[in-house]
C-alpha cells in the first residue's frame, strides 16, 4: 500500500480540476496521490467540454481514473466513493462542483451548488474522510477601502454568490465533516477558460489589432480585483488537506474557524434541504487564496493591454452614464470585440475554426466588480507559499503562448 493519501476530486473539468489534476500528477514530477478518481458530468471521450491538450495525459496515467455521474442524482452519490478493488479507502475529497455561469435562475444554483456540496458532505463525513476541501469562487462584494481578512462578514454578489454562499453553510452544519474552505479570488493561467481573465485576454488583443485603445465604463479608482495563478489555488487547495488530514474538524476549528454568516432569504430554510436556520452559528476553517498583486481594475486592464501594445483608457461621464443605462449595452459593445476576434481568427496563420477562448463579454465581465482579500492567514497558519506570487507581463505571456501552443489562439503577421 502507498504511505500517499488517495484523493476523490469532485466536479470542475470546466472551471480548475484540469490544472488541479495536473498539479497532483505532474506529467514531468513524482505524483503527490497513489490514486486519483475524478468525478463529473462531463464525457472526456468524447469531450462535451473543453479539457485541452494536457489533461488527457493525467488521464492516461494508470493511478488516475475518470468517471462521468451525473451528481445531482443522490442514488449515483456513493458507488463514487467505493474505491478500486485494492485501493484503500479515499483520503481527501476536494468539491469542485457548482453551477458557474452567471445568467442561471436560483433553482438551478440550488439543484447544481446547494445539493449536490450537501450530498457529497454528507457522503464524505459517512466515510470518514480526513480532509474535504471546498473551493469557492469571488463571488462577493467587498470594499474598495480595505483588504479584508477571513473574519470580516462580505457580502454575497447576486444569485450565485447567495448560493455558492448557502453551499458553505450547508457544509458547514454537517456534523464530522473535516472541512476546509479555500475562498479564491479571480482565477488565471494556462488553459483557464472561464471567468473573466480569457475573455479579457482576447477582447484587449482586438483592440490592438483594430489600433484603438481599450476603454472602461468604469472611473478610476481603487476598484479591487484580486486574483490568483491556477497553479497556487492548485497548491492551496492541497496545502488545505494535508493541514486538515492530522487534525480533525473541531481542532481544525479552533486553529482557523471563522463564523459562516448568513446572506439569504430566512423563508428559504423551509424549501432547501439541508439549509440551516439564520441564527443556526456556524463555524468552519476558512483560507483566502490570492497572490501578492493586489490587482485593481486599472492596474489588471493596463497590463493586459500593454502586453498587446494597446492604451487602456476610460469614457467620459456622459458617455458612460448612456452606456450603463442602455438595455442593449452588452450587445453594442461586443459588437466590435466579437467582429474582430473572428476577424484575428480568420486571418491567423493557419486560420483557426473553433476556439474555447471567447471576446464575448457578458454583463457580468462588464460589470464593476470589487473583490478584495489578504492572503495572511493561509501563509501563516498552513504555511503555504505561493508559487506565482504575481500578475504580470510574464504571467500574460505564458497564458497567450500555451493558447497559441493548442492552436486556440491566432497568429498574426501584423500584431
Known amino acids: 500500500m502507498s504511505s500517499k493519501p488517495s484523493v476523490l476530486v469532485f466536479g470542475g473539468l470546466n472551471t480548475l480540476t484540469r490544472p488541479f489534476a495536473s498539479y497532483l500528477v505532474p506529467a514531468d514530477g513524482e505524483p503527490l496521490v497513489s490514486h486519483l478518481r475524478i468525478v463529473d458530468k462531463f464525457s472526456v471521450h468524447p469531450p462535451t467540454t473543453y479539457i485541452g491538450k494536457e489533461f488527457p495525459k493525467v488521464l492516461a496515467n494508470p493511478i488516475v481514473e475518470y468517471k462521468q ?21 479515499y483520503d481527501y475529497v476536494f468539491d469542485l462542483t457548482g ?7 436560483e433553482q438551478v ?12 458532505g454528507l457522503e464524505s463525513a459517512r466515510r470518514k474522510v480526513k480532509a474535504y476541501v471546498r473551493l469557492q469562487h469571488p463571488y462577493y462584494e467587498t470594499s474598495a477601502k480595505t483588504v479584508p481578512d477571513e473574519k470580516v462578514d462580505i457580502k454575497p454578489q447576486g444569485v450565485i454568490g447567495v448560493w455558492w454562499h448557502e453551499a458553505l453553510r450547508i457544509l458547514s452544519a454537517i456534523p464530522d465533516l473535516n472541512l476546509v474552505i479555500l475562498r479564491s479570488g479571480f482565477s488565471y493561467g494556462p488553459y483557464v477558460d472561464f471567468g473573466v481573465f480569457p475573455s479579457a485576454l482576447a477582447v484587449a488583443s482586438t483592440y490592438a ?23 497556487d489555488t492548485s497548491g492551496a487547495l492541497w496545502a488545505c488537506a494535508e493541514w486538515m488530514a492530522p487534525l480533525g474538524r473541531r481542532e481544525a476549528d479552533a486553529k482557523a474557524g471563522e463564523t459562516i454568516y448568513f446572506h439569504n432569504t430566512a423563508s428559504k430554510t423551509k424549501e432547501v434541504e439541508g439549509m ?25 486592464y493596463k497590463a493586459i493591454t500593454s502586453f498587446f501594445g494597446a492604451e487602456f483608457e476610460f469614457f467620459n461621464f456622459v458617455e458612460s452614464a448612456m452606456f450603463k443605462i442602455m438595455d442593449d449595452v452588452v450587445e453594442e459593445i461586443n459588437e466590435m470585440h466579437v467582429s474582430g476576434w473572428v476577424e484575428m481568427l480568420q ?33 501563516n497558519i498552513v504555511g503555504y507559499k505561493l508559487i506565482r506570487p504575481k500578475f504580470d507581463h510574464d504571467a500574460i505571456k505564458e497564458i497567450v503562448d500555451s493558447w497559441k501552443a493548442e492552436g486556440h489562439w491566432p497568429v498574426l503577421d501584423r500584431q
Open 69 to 89: 455521474v451525473n451528481l445531482t442524482v443522490a442514488a449515483n452519490i456513493s458507488a463514487t466513493f467505493d474505491p478500486p478493488e485494492g485501493q484503500a479507502p
Open 99 to 105: 453551477e458557474v455561469r452567471q445568467d442561471r435562475p
Open 276 to 300: 440551516p436556520e439564520p441564527d443556526v452559528k456556524l463555524i468552519a476553517p476558512l483560507f483566502n487564496i490570492v497572490d501578492d498583486t493586489e490587482n485593481t481594475l486599472v492596474n489588471g
Open 109 to 120: 444554483q440550488i439543484n447544481m451548488t446547494c445539493n449536490v456540496a450537501r450530498l457529497l
Open 347 to 379: 486571418e491567423s496563420n493557419p486560420p483557426i475554426t473553433n476556439t474555447p477562448v471567447s471576446a464575448y463579454m457578458d454583463s457580468y465581465s462588464l460589470s464593476k466588480r470589487v473583490y478584495a482579500a489578504s492572503n495572511a492567514k493561509i501563509k
Open 209 to 231: 489589432y483594430k489600433k484603438k485603445p481599450m476603454k472602461s465604463l468604469w472611473s478610476p479608482g481603487k476598484h479591487p480585483e484580486h486574483c490568483v495563478h491556477s497553479v
